[in-house]
Each structure stands twice: as structure tokens, then as C-alpha cells.
């Protein structure tokens, strides 16, 4: 097993909601631990708390409870922990500054942080990082602004920035969901191979559970601010324990269904409001096998295997061991 690097321990994080209408229960109990060299995958739909997640891991926001440990330890200088673990943003043009140039984007970090010795020893930098995202030849990049690259390029561009800082851990909320279709799998491959060969702990935060298995090692399923399933990602995929984690799988594109369809649940109504989420498990409203146990009671952990678990009171009433888990 690879050692981890960055790890989230129950981690809670509650908003005051507008006007005073209550408390936005955003992430509930959430633990989460990363390892060099592994990317791993957060998966959800949109509202459930993902992102909230990846900014609480950078400590973006502070938890309202729980702790972040970097290599084991609390988090203490946060200029240090924000130069280990980096942030990448769904949107590339809104993370980059409008009026400054590629250059200035991946130099200024490299100044802040003293990895440049001097103006010749920055330029040489900031090209071997270009050439690191695979922007080159190196020239045609360095002097343009955000607006005269691709949406695949400024992303490119932004993946250099968060490298430039040489971090430990990367976490990429949604960062291919703003690109064309056509894009998406190169920006993919790129942040797969800079965690395979940069050691990197990599956190890939998706609605999409089609993506998360192509490119995660594991993946770990997220609903209404609670953790419901995780495993390997060729195991959860192939064999769902949670009905929502089934649903995310249905609701994925894929062409062996044509030729092969497979019994498919339906899920009943719309996502709970977080500001009273419902009690029990958080899906049982919508859930098509819910028992009455769900809407009293949350459900504990139950051990499939391996790496994997889930909390459903379904698999707790029927523990089976996963193949391949």
C-alpha cells in the first residue's frame, strides 16, 4: 500500500443559510485518505457536497468539525500546506487572471515560493513546465492570454500553476467538466501520468461515474453530504452495493446495454434540501428498496471486502463478499 499523504477524518462542515433559514448541513462525517501515487475518485451529483469536500481538504474553507492531517500530522503553517496540496478549479478562464500573460501565471508562484534562482533560471522553469502539461513548443504559449487559448489549453495552463509549487497532493474538482468531449480523456491522461510519475496523491472530484472508473484506482460514492460506498473502482462498478451508487451507473452512457440491456431501478422524486436533510439514510426518501429501518435509523458500515464498504441497511441485512474486492 502506497502511504498517505493527505487524509480527511470525519470531517463536518455546516453553512449558515441566507436570511437566516437554518444551517446548510453541506458535508456530514466524511473521511477521505490519499495516497502517492494513486489517484482516487470522489463521485456525486451536483449539491451533495464534492466540492465542499475539496475546498475543506485545502483548507479553502476551516471544518466546522473534524480534522485535515497532512502525512499524519494537523494542519499548522497554512502558506506550507497550501504549497503541498493544490487546488484545480472547474473553470479554467475564471481561475486564470484575465490581463496577465502564461508566463506571469507560472512564474509568480515559482518567485513566491523560491524555486527560481534567477530570470534565466525562472524562464527555464516555467518552459519545463509547459513542456510538463504538454503546451509546446513552449514559445507559442509563454506571452499569451488566457482568452487566445482553448478551454483544453487554459486548463493546461492551470495544472502547470498548481504543479509549479511541486506539491504532494492535487485535487481536481471537476476538471474536465467545462471541456469539450473531445478534450476531456487528454486532460485526463495528463493528470493520470503526472500522479504516476510525480508520486502525486490525486483526488479527482466528478458527477460522472463513467469517467471516475476509466481514470480513478478507487472510487468513493457521495450523496446529500454523506460517504455511502467505496472501493476499488473496477469492483464498484462492476458490482454496486448502494442502490444510489446503482443509479449513478445507470444513469452513465453505455453501449453494451443495446445489445445486452440489464434491469435498471428507478429512483423516486428530487435530491433532499441539506438545510433539513431527511433522517436515517439520506436517500431513502427516493430509494425504490427502502425499508422501513432506513427512514429511522442511519446505517452503519458494513465491510464488503478489501477496501470496500458501504452504508446501506440493504447489504447489512445481506452481507456478501465482492468478487475481486
Keep these: 500500500m502506497s502511504d498517505i499523504v493527505l487524509e480527511g477524518r470525519n470531517l463536518t462542515k455546516h453553512f449558515k ?3 437566516g433559514r437554518g444551517t446548510v448541513h453541506a458535508v456530514d462525517d466524511v473521511s477521505l485518505a490519499l495516497r502517492s501515487g494513486t489517484a482516487s475518485a470522489l463521485v456525486g451529483e451536483s449539491g451533495c457536497g464534492k466540492s465542499t469536500v475539496a475546498r475543506l481538504l485545502a483548507q479553502v474553507y476551516p471544518p466546522t468539525s473534524g480534522q485535515v492531517l ?10 506550507e500546506y497550501r504549497r503541498q496540496v493544490q487546488l484545480i478549479f472547474q473553470d479554467p478562464f475564471a481561475s486564470l487572471n484575465p490581463f496577465h500573460r502564461v508566463r506571469y501565471h507560472l512564474a509568480r508562484p515559482l518567485r513566491l515560493h523560491g524555486h527560481a534562482r534567477s530570470a534565466a533560471h525562472e ?4 518552459a519545463e513546465l509547459l513542456e510538463r502539461v504538454s503546451l509546446t513548443p513552449v514559445e507559442q ?23 509549479a ?17 473531445s478534450i476531456r480523456l487528454g486532460v485526463l491522461r495528463l493528470l493520470e501520468t503526472l500522479a504516476a ?25 457521495m450523496y446529500a453530504g454523506r460517504l455511502i460506498e467505496s472501493g476499488p473502482s473496477e469492483a464498484l462498478t462492476q458490482s454496486p452495493r448502494h442502490p444510489y451508487t446503482q443509479l449513478l451507473l445507470d444513469s452513465a452512457p453505455d453501449p453494451a446495454r443495446h445489445s445486452a440491456p440489464v434491469p435498471r431501478l ?21 430509494c425504490p428498496v427502502a425499508m422501513p429501518v432506513c427512514a429511522g435509523e442511519v446505517p452503519g458500515r458494513t465491510v464488503l471486502g478489501a477496501d470496500r464498504w458501504t452504508h446501506c441497511w440493504q447489504a447489512e441485512a445481506r452481507p456478501t463478499s465482492v468478487p475481486g474486492g
Aim: include cysteine; glycine fraction near 8%; aromatic fraction near 6%.
Design 197 to 221: 510519475e510525480s508520486g502525486l496523491a490525486l483526488l479527482y472530484i466528478t458527477h460522472d461515474i463513467a469517467s471516475a472508473r476509466y481514470f480513478a484506482e478507487d472510487i468513493t460514492v
Design 123 to 126: 524562464k527555464e522553469l516555467v
Design 165 to 181: 509549487v511541486r506539491p504532494v497532493a492535487l485535487i481536481a474538482d471537476e476538471p474536465v467538466s467545462m471541456l469539450d468531449v
Design 141 to 163: 504559449f509563454m506571452d499569451k492570454l488566457p482568452h487566445e487559448l482553448s478551454g483544453g489549453q487554459r486548463q493546461r495552463v492551470a495544472i502547470a500553476r498548481a504543479l
Design 17 to 19: 443559510a441566507a436570511r
Design 266 to 286: 428507478g429512483a423516486r422524486g428530487e435530491p433532499p434540501s441539506l438545510i433539513a436533510p431527511p433522517g436515517g439514510c439520506r436517500f431513502h426518501p427516493r
Design 70 to 79: 497532512l502525512r499524519g500530522r494537523k494542519v499548522t503553517g497554512f502558506r
